[in-house]
């Protein structure tokens, strides 16, 4: 047949059979990030293997054909299709650049996103694959006419193309069984690899869980709290919190790395009154939607209850409920609901000059007209400064000029396109713009004459920079890397505010290597601010393992 007759042909095909056709070509052309996967933890070895993975493939294209006789009809047929097609090829070429589990979690990461942190995901790189696996299959998707059908007989003919599958799916999976359950018990997480299937399934749970959310307020925790055992003459005190982005223990100069990153914060940490950095410090999660909400809840990840941590009041609102005054300066995507309808401030189209562009602002621009802002309230504050800090993939955007240390460096958010050491110069020069920040602000703390002050650091999760093929963020906690979830904290108390709290940095140092998470934070900022409430657990305070007798 000459090219241009194929081009105009326009073949005439039942919607069944266009159900099983897009099926297979899913499982072809969509999952091999699954089946790479699957045969990464060696359940496709030998003659029982491929037995494996014959049943998996044919189960596969089973499942997606039951899904799509029930999505599809005449009116929905190709529209659909071609968005499935266009989505697939865009997923596919995510999960095999970057191996990105399609999970609900995963799934909300990606809605939450803004224009501006989409737009750095997608690579150029990603165009010519999605053409050749997205594009051209919708084009002939398109040209295809579908055979009509009087209503009765196609219904009749869509029940029994379902059953049919349903049969086919139980006999492949029968036909393994020993195989397939052994593999999906010990590796839940493969599921999310399976394309559509992941997502559409996802993307249903997330607008189930929305619609729950939408009429629920949140329930008021610590609604008694109240400061307790403070001298009323004491000066006032401002804590600020710097929540981090992305940075990963690994690569923090004061936890070990063999690269200086944090320069300016280990010449203050060998001075007497310098921060003490916490080296052994797990996140709650692998991203900040999950990290974000439950550092800021009474109950972490020991007690982890998304639904109960994302409908509860957080830190913020127990310190208000004890007369604490809190503020949030965002850099970022917002406070994740921590500070719902409490002072909120972002910076993410801020106009600050110098430190501020089209593209967004520095981190220190949170530090700017702080003072003035802090001067408002004469009493006792907690401030949270909410970074971009290592937000990737565009690590070369976050910080000016002047930190651009280690080289080369990667410059661009298509991190495939560079190689390993390039992506982790960029990364580190990140961190150490966060060290200047940290050491700004520190130092602005230190300046506030009139009150006694401090600072607590914590990163949200850590980062994936190519170990074991992983890039970014968000492996389903279970099965993260180290990498993901080992992350910097670092106090530091004003020599006025450990003298009037009683607290001995020493002994704080001293502990500094102890096993701790982000379950510490928020018994310990209501254990340094003498918050008193039920929520409060004292075992989970980091300061009062280190507190004198209050001083008379
Ligand atoms: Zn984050």
Redesign the pocket.
């Known amino acids: 047949m000459q090219l241009r007759s194929i081009l105009r042909a326009r073949p005439l095909i039942s919607i069944e059979a266009l159900a099983v056709a897009a099926s297979i070509y899913f499982a072809v052309a969509s999952n091999q990030t699954f089946f790479r996967a699957v045969a990464a933890t060696g359940a496709l070895h030998g003659a029982k293997g491929a037995l494996t993975f014959t049943c998996l493939f044919v189960a596969i294209i089973a499942l997606h054909t039951i899904l799509l006789c029930v999505l599809l009809n005449r009116w929905t047929a190709k529209p659909l299709l071609i968005v499935l097609l266009l989505t697939n090829a865009a997923a596919a070429y995510f999960m095999s650049a970057y191996t990105v589990y399609f999970d609900a979690d995963m799934l909300r990461n990606i809605l939450h996103t803004d224009g501006k942190e989409s737009h750095e995901l997608v690579s150029l790189h990603a165009l010519p694959s999605i053409f050749v696996y997205g594009v051209l299959p919708s084009w002939m998707v398109w040209r295809l006419r579908l055979k009509p059908r009087p209503l009765l007989r196609g219904l009749l003919i869509r029940f029994v193309t379902i059953v049919l599958a349903i049969v086919v799916t139980a006999a492949a999976l029968m036909a393994s069984f020993q195989g397939i359950s052994a593999l999906m018990r010990n590796h839940r997480e493969l599921r999310y690899l399976v394309t559509p299937g992941n997502y559409l399934v996802s993307l249903v749970q997330v607008a189930r869980d929305a619609e729950v959310d939408h009429n629920r307020p949140r329930a008021p925790i610590g609604m008694q709290a109240k400061v307790v055992g403070r001298p009323a003459a004491e000066r006032p005190r401002l804590l600020v919190l710097v929540v981090g ?2 940075v990963r223990a690994q690569d923090w100069g004061l936890d070990g790395y063999a690269r200086q990153t944090t320069p300016q914060l280990a010449a203050l940490a060998r001075t007497p009154a310098g921060p003490i950095n916490f080296t052994h410090v797990m996140a709650c999660g692998s ?2 939607e999950i ?2 909400p439950c550092m800021f809840s009474p109950w972490g990840r020991a007690h982890y209850d998304k639904d109960r941590i994302d409908h509860s009041q957080s830190l913020l609102h127990v310190l208000e409920h004890a007369g604490i005054r809190t503020l949030w300066r965002d850099n970022q995507t917002g406070c994740k609901g921590v500070c719902e309808g409490l002072a909120f401030e972002s910076f993410e189209h801020g106009s600050v000059p110098d430190v501020c562009t089209a593209e967004g602002c520095l981190d220190e621009a949170m530090l700017h007209g702080l003072a003035e802002r802090i001067a408002v309230n004469p009493g006792d504050q907690v401030v949270v400064l909410h970074q971009l800090g290592n ?1 990737g993939p565009a690590y070369y955007t976050r910080y000016p000029a002047a930190f651009r240390q280690f080289t080369p460096v990667c410059e661009t958010s298509d991190l495939d396109r560079c190689n390993r050491d390039e992506i982790v110069n960029a990364y580190d020069n990140a961190v150490l713009y966060t060290d200047d920040f940290l050491a700004r602000t520190i130092r602005f703390l230190g300046e506030q004459g009139g009150r006694d002050t401090a600072l607590i650091y914590l990163s ?2 850590g980062e994936s920079l190519g170990e074991d093929g992983l890039y970014l ?1 968000g492996v389903p906690y279970a099965i993260a890397p180290d990498t993901q979830t080992h992350v910097p904290m670092l106090m530091w108390l004003s020599p006025g505010f450990s003298a009037a709290r009683g607290i001995d940095t020493a002994c704080m140092k001293a502990r500094s290597n102890d096993d701790v998470s982000q379950d510490n934070l928020f018994h310990s900022v209501l254990g340094l601010m003498q918050v008193r409430t039920p929520e409060y657990d004292a075992t989970l305070d980091l300061f009062a393992r280190c507190e004198h007798a209050a001083p008379v």
């Open positions: 982005e992305t991203s900040t990290s974000l937000h949200d999760h963020h």
